[in-house]
């Protein structure tokens, strides 16, 4: 069983969720699980203003996806940070080329997950794992998200992301805080949840 764990991180905050994920799915006997990043868009001046992390020299340990792999997976995890409450865009010019895959059906009814980030509390992250979803549903996969059975997301105590939709973390204003253990848990029950589900539909 072959899970891809495909995210874009500016930051290191979805990377780190990532991570996180992919711990969760591979405690799943029988789950092959690999991280992907997707194609940087934006020039490296541009992240340097930015002060993001230069993809190349931070995750060249994290091969660079390729639509076609897609294609190979039993499931996709998909990671995003959050812009005006939507996908950021290099995941969006990723997805945009999938063309084939929906042509050929090749991703219909395999399981399709996605958890993400923002900057503030209320900045968007439902709306992003929704609309992501969207996208998901054209191409006939099998959503799955994040079950009130991790009862991490109904904390009240402490601020923390993480909604039935998926997991989530809240990066601050200047990205200065890193995932929460209560996001990061979330994130490893996510990975084995969709390990899960995936495992009964290959059978």
């Known amino acids: 069983m072959k ?25 799943v006997a029988g789950a092959h699980v690999e991280l992907r990043r997707v194609p940087e868009t934006l020039p490296i001046s541009v992240l ?6 230069e993809p ?6 994290v091969p ?12 996709i995890i998909f990671g995003t940070p959050t812009r005006f409450g939507n996908m ?14 929906w042509l050929s059906g090749k991703l219909i009814g395999k399981v399709g997950s996605v958890f993400c980030s923002s900057n503030t509390q209320h900045g968007g992250q ?10 998901l549903l054209h191409l006939g996969m099998v959503i799955v998200g994040l079950p009130y059975s991790f009862t991490g997301q109904m904390a009240v105590d402490e601020v923390a992301g993480c909604s039935p939709y998926g997991a989530s973390t809240i990066a601050g204003g200047a990205g200065e805080r890193m995932p929460s253990e209560i996001e990061l848990a979330g994130a ?4 084995k949840h969709v390990a899960s589900i995936a495992a009964k539909l290959v059978k």
């Open 3 to 27: 899970i891809y764990v495909v995210f874009y991180s500016m930051y290191g905050h979805i990377y780190k969720m990532a991570e996180a994920v992919a711990q969760g799915a591979r405690s």
């Open 48 to 53: 340097h203003k930015m002060g993001a992390i």
């Open 56 to 61: 190349q020299k931070a995750f060249a340990h």
């Open 64 to 75: 660079i996806c390729s639509i076609e792999e897609l294609g190979e997976a039993d499931a």
């Open 88 to 101: 950021c865009g290099q995941m969006r010019q990723f997805l945009d080329a999938a063309g084939k895959l």
């Open 126 to 135: 439902e709306t992003t794992l929704l609309t992501f979803m969207v996208t």
């Open 188 to 191: 490893k029950f996510q990975g």
